[in-house]
């Protein structure tokens, strides 16, 4: 019977909330009045601090997105779970504001840090 541990990602919710605030061009104070949250609730978020529930689920939800992307599993699925780098293909693609070619220059742009960057030696991402 396999087991799994699941832990949440704080700092990779903090850093999807940086990335749209810098994309919609707002200040800290502005993503705590729009999502319903306190600025002291994001102060806490920079520094590590798990967020209570009814602040994950204002911040999700203004991120449009799902709490389980911050959700990390000790074991990874071999089948049926795309990896990260096709995940994050899959929505540069799909962005409204970037054309085919913006689209391809970010990927191929991420493709190249996070090869360098990656921490085992498996380079089967081709």
Do not use: C
């Amino acid at each position: 019977m396999e087991t799994r541990h699941n832990r949440f990602d704080v700092s990779a919710l903090h850093a999807a909330l940086d990335s749209e605030r810098r994309s919609r061009r707002l200040a800290w104070k502005d993503v705590a009045a729009e999502s319903g949250v306190s600025a002291s609730t994001l102060t806490r978020l920079s520094q590590g601090r798990r967020p209570d529930v009814d602040s994950l689920a204002a911040l999700t939800t203004w991120l449009g997105m799902s709490a389980d992307h911050f959700m990390r599993r000790e074991r990874v699925e071999q089948f049926g779970s795309a990896s990260p780098l096709a995940q994050i293909s899959s929505i540069l693609h799909r962005d409204p504001h970037l054309n085919p070619e913006g689209s391809a220059a970010l990927e191929e742009l991420i493709r190249a840090t996070y090869s360098r960057l990656r921490t085992d030696s498996d380079d089967a991402m081709d």
